[in-house]
Protein backbone atom coordinates (compact mmCIF):
# COMPACT_ATOMS: atom_id res chain seq x y z
CA UNK A 1 0.00 0.00 0.00
CA UNK A 2 1.46 3.51 -0.81
CA UNK A 3 1.13 5.92 1.92
CA UNK A 4 2.08 9.49 2.83
CA UNK A 5 4.16 10.67 5.24
CA UNK A 6 5.28 14.65 6.51
CA UNK A 7 5.66 16.50 9.42
CA UNK A 8 3.07 18.93 10.69
CA UNK A 9 3.26 21.86 12.86
CA UNK A 10 0.68 22.15 15.54
CA UNK A 11 0.31 25.11 18.47
CA UNK A 12 -0.77 23.70 22.27
CA UNK A 13 -0.95 26.52 25.09
CA UNK A 14 0.94 29.02 23.11
CA UNK A 15 3.95 26.65 22.17
CA UNK A 16 4.28 25.24 18.61
CA UNK A 17 5.12 21.37 18.27
CA UNK A 18 5.76 18.62 15.40
CA UNK A 19 3.19 15.43 14.68
CA UNK A 20 4.40 13.22 12.51
CA UNK A 21 1.54 12.10 10.09
CA UNK A 22 1.59 8.51 7.83
CA UNK A 23 -1.59 8.07 5.84
CA UNK A 24 -2.44 6.12 3.16
CA UNK A 25 -3.30 7.41 -0.45
CA UNK A 26 -7.35 5.89 -0.06
CA UNK A 27 -7.53 7.57 3.58
CA UNK A 28 -8.86 5.51 6.46
CA UNK A 29 -9.86 5.86 10.52
CA UNK A 30 -7.70 7.35 12.35
CA UNK A 31 -5.32 6.48 14.88
CA UNK A 32 -3.34 8.88 17.40
CA UNK A 33 0.15 7.05 18.67
CA UNK A 34 1.30 8.09 21.97
CA UNK A 35 5.41 7.65 21.99
CA UNK A 36 7.06 6.39 25.39
CA UNK A 37 9.55 8.23 27.97
CA UNK A 38 12.56 8.25 24.61
CA UNK A 39 10.43 11.32 23.05
CA UNK A 40 9.25 11.04 19.18
CA UNK A 41 12.43 8.97 18.10
CA UNK A 42 12.38 7.00 14.62
CA UNK A 43 11.27 3.53 16.09
CA UNK A 44 7.67 5.37 16.99
CA UNK A 45 7.67 6.88 13.03
CA UNK A 46 8.23 4.03 11.75
CA UNK A 47 5.00 2.65 13.99
CA UNK A 48 3.05 5.06 12.41
CA UNK A 49 3.91 4.31 8.61
CA UNK A 50 3.22 0.61 9.61
CA UNK A 51 0.12 1.68 11.04
CA UNK A 52 -0.92 3.43 7.74
CA UNK A 53 -0.15 0.47 6.11
CA UNK A 54 -2.62 -1.15 7.39
CA UNK A 55 -5.26 1.03 5.96
CA UNK A 56 -5.12 3.93 9.14
CA UNK A 57 -4.18 7.58 9.10
CA UNK A 58 -1.80 7.63 11.90
CA UNK A 59 -0.43 10.54 13.90
CA UNK A 60 2.05 10.97 16.33
CA UNK A 61 2.69 14.67 18.35
CA UNK A 62 6.14 15.21 20.08
CA UNK A 63 5.42 15.60 23.44
CA UNK A 64 8.87 16.89 23.83
CA UNK A 65 9.05 19.12 21.29
CA UNK A 66 12.28 17.79 19.78
CA UNK A 67 13.94 16.37 22.58
CA UNK A 68 14.53 12.54 22.38
CA UNK A 69 16.26 10.54 25.17
CA UNK A 70 19.21 7.84 24.17
CA UNK A 71 19.62 6.25 27.93
CA UNK A 72 17.10 5.68 30.48
CA UNK A 73 18.55 8.06 33.03
CA UNK A 74 17.95 10.68 29.77
CA UNK A 75 14.64 9.57 29.22
CA UNK A 76 13.58 9.80 33.11
CA UNK A 77 14.86 13.11 32.89
CA UNK A 78 12.62 14.19 30.12
CA UNK A 79 9.39 12.59 31.38
CA UNK A 80 10.47 13.94 35.12
CA UNK A 81 10.55 17.20 33.50
CA UNK A 82 7.53 17.50 31.65
CA UNK A 83 4.63 19.74 32.11
CA UNK A 84 1.49 17.81 32.53
CA UNK A 85 -0.82 20.27 31.10
CA UNK A 86 1.62 21.80 28.20
CA UNK A 87 1.85 17.40 27.70
CA UNK A 88 -2.41 16.79 27.91
CA UNK A 89 -2.65 20.08 25.60
CA UNK A 90 -0.19 18.83 22.73
CA UNK A 91 -1.87 15.49 22.79
CA UNK A 92 -5.51 17.33 22.26
CA UNK A 93 -4.23 19.02 19.75
CA UNK A 94 -3.15 16.68 17.72
CA UNK A 95 -6.24 14.58 18.19
CA UNK A 96 -8.26 17.60 17.09
CA UNK A 97 -6.31 18.04 14.21
CA UNK A 98 -6.80 14.06 13.07
CA UNK A 99 -10.62 14.45 14.31
CA UNK A 100 -10.91 17.10 11.65
CA UNK A 101 -8.56 15.96 9.16
CA UNK A 102 -10.53 15.23 5.81
CA UNK A 103 -9.50 12.41 4.78
CA UNK A 104 -10.49 10.84 8.10
CA UNK A 105 -13.36 7.97 8.55
CA UNK A 106 -15.37 7.30 11.09
CA UNK A 107 -17.00 8.78 13.93
CA UNK A 108 -14.33 8.04 16.55
CA UNK A 109 -10.20 7.18 16.74
CA UNK A 110 -7.82 5.01 18.31
CA UNK A 111 -5.26 5.81 20.18
CA UNK A 112 -1.98 3.91 21.10
CA UNK A 113 0.21 5.06 23.96
CA UNK A 114 3.56 3.22 25.11
CA UNK A 115 4.63 3.29 28.24
CA UNK A 116 4.46 7.08 28.84
CA UNK A 117 2.39 7.47 26.44
CA UNK A 118 -0.40 5.11 27.90
CA UNK A 119 -2.08 6.74 30.61
CA UNK A 120 -2.70 9.84 28.11
CA UNK A 121 -4.62 7.37 25.80
CA UNK A 122 -6.38 6.89 28.73
CA UNK A 123 -7.03 10.77 29.98
CA UNK A 124 -8.14 11.20 26.25
CA UNK A 125 -10.15 8.39 26.54
CA UNK A 126 -12.34 9.80 29.57
CA UNK A 127 -12.23 13.30 28.99
CA UNK A 128 -13.84 12.67 25.55
CA UNK A 129 -15.55 9.61 24.92
CA UNK A 130 -17.23 10.85 22.12
CA UNK A 131 -14.22 10.64 20.18
CA UNK A 132 -11.82 7.83 21.12
CA UNK A 133 -13.41 4.66 20.55
CA UNK A 134 -10.49 2.29 21.07
CA UNK A 135 -7.63 2.34 23.45
CA UNK A 136 -4.61 0.24 22.66
CA UNK A 137 -1.82 0.14 25.80
CA UNK A 138 1.72 -0.98 25.66
CA UNK A 139 2.89 -1.84 28.79
CA UNK A 140 1.74 1.09 30.52
CA UNK A 141 -1.79 2.11 31.94
CA UNK A 142 -3.14 4.43 34.73
CA UNK A 143 -6.77 4.22 37.19
CA UNK A 144 -8.31 7.08 35.84
CA UNK A 145 -12.20 7.91 36.05
CA UNK A 146 -13.36 4.78 34.28
CA UNK A 147 -16.82 5.23 34.54
CA UNK A 148 -15.97 7.85 31.57
CA UNK A 149 -14.77 5.80 29.11
CA UNK A 150 -16.82 4.10 26.31
CA UNK A 151 -14.00 2.97 24.10
CA UNK A 152 -13.08 -0.74 23.83
CA UNK A 153 -9.44 -1.30 25.43
CA UNK A 154 -6.99 -3.63 25.11
CA UNK A 155 -3.50 -3.99 26.74
CA UNK A 156 -0.04 -5.52 26.47
CA UNK A 157 1.77 -6.55 29.77
CA UNK A 158 4.15 -8.52 31.39
CA UNK A 159 4.40 -10.29 34.28
CA UNK A 160 7.95 -9.58 35.14
CA UNK A 161 7.65 -5.82 34.30
CA UNK A 162 9.94 -4.00 37.01
CA UNK A 163 8.54 -0.63 35.29
CA UNK A 164 5.11 -1.56 35.74
CA UNK A 165 4.24 -3.94 38.30
CA UNK A 166 2.01 -6.74 37.47
CA UNK A 167 -0.20 -6.55 40.65
CA UNK A 168 -0.76 -2.92 39.14
CA UNK A 169 -1.61 -4.08 36.07
CA UNK A 170 -4.10 -6.78 37.23
CA UNK A 171 -5.47 -3.80 39.62
CA UNK A 172 -6.41 -1.42 36.51
CA UNK A 173 -7.73 -4.30 34.77
CA UNK A 174 -10.12 -5.33 37.15
CA UNK A 175 -11.29 -1.74 37.90
CA UNK A 176 -12.09 -1.36 33.96
CA UNK A 177 -14.14 -4.34 34.06
CA UNK A 178 -15.74 -3.26 37.14
CA UNK A 179 -16.95 0.07 35.49
CA UNK A 180 -18.31 -2.31 33.12
CA UNK A 181 -15.34 -1.73 29.89
CA UNK A 182 -14.54 -4.06 27.31
CA UNK A 183 -11.24 -4.34 28.27
CA UNK A 184 -8.75 -7.40 27.47
CA UNK A 185 -5.26 -7.36 29.30
CA UNK A 186 -2.86 -9.77 27.43
CA UNK A 187 0.22 -10.96 29.30
CA UNK A 188 3.33 -11.80 27.46
CA UNK A 189 5.02 -13.82 29.98
CA UNK A 190 8.66 -13.54 30.61
CA UNK A 191 9.10 -10.63 28.54
CA UNK A 192 10.96 -7.27 29.33
CA UNK A 193 9.58 -3.78 29.38
CA UNK A 194 9.58 -2.04 25.87
CA UNK A 195 9.59 -5.32 24.41
CA UNK A 196 8.17 -4.39 21.33
CA UNK A 197 10.27 -1.58 20.48
CA UNK A 198 12.94 -2.86 17.83
CA UNK A 199 15.39 -0.13 18.58
CA UNK A 200 15.32 -1.79 21.87
CA UNK A 201 17.93 -4.65 23.95
CA UNK A 202 14.22 -5.73 25.20
CA UNK A 203 12.72 -6.34 21.67
CA UNK A 204 11.16 -9.73 21.70
CA UNK A 205 10.02 -10.59 17.73
CA UNK A 206 7.88 -12.92 18.58
CA UNK A 207 5.92 -11.11 21.35
CA UNK A 208 6.01 -8.18 19.58
CA UNK A 209 4.96 -9.71 16.19
CA UNK A 210 1.62 -11.09 18.40
CA UNK A 211 1.23 -8.14 20.49
CA UNK A 212 0.89 -6.03 16.68
CA UNK A 213 -1.16 -9.04 15.12
CA UNK A 214 -3.58 -8.44 18.15
CA UNK A 215 -3.36 -4.67 18.19
CA UNK A 216 -4.19 -4.36 14.15
CA UNK A 217 -7.25 -7.11 14.82
CA UNK A 218 -8.84 -4.87 17.37
CA UNK A 219 -8.69 -1.51 15.81
CA UNK A 220 -9.95 -3.06 12.73
CA UNK A 221 -12.55 -4.55 14.76
CA UNK A 222 -13.71 -1.11 16.72
CA UNK A 223 -13.09 1.54 14.27
CA UNK A 224 -14.19 -0.24 10.73
CA UNK A 225 -17.30 -1.04 12.62
CA UNK A 226 -18.37 2.91 13.40
CA UNK A 227 -16.92 3.60 9.97
CA UNK A 228 -20.12 2.09 8.69
CA UNK A 229 -22.31 3.06 11.42
Known amino acids: MTINTR ?9 EF ?7 QTGGPGILL ?7 KPFFKQTCDRI ?18 HTVDEARELAQGSDDKQTGDTAVAAM ?4 HYPARRGRKIGAIGFSFGAPWALVLA ?24 RARIIGHFSDVDEWEPYDQTREVEAKMKAAGLDATFHVYPG ?10 PEYDARAARLAWDRTFE ?11 A
Request: net charge negative.
Open 7 to 15: MITLEASGK
Open 18 to 24: QSYFAEP
Open 34 to 40: LHAWWGL
Open 52 to 69: AEHGFIAMAPDLFQGRIA
Open 96 to 99: NYLM
Open 126 to 149: AQDPDRVGAVSLFYGSYDTNFSRI
Open 191 to 200: RPHWFVEEDR
Open 218 to 228: FMKDSLHANVL
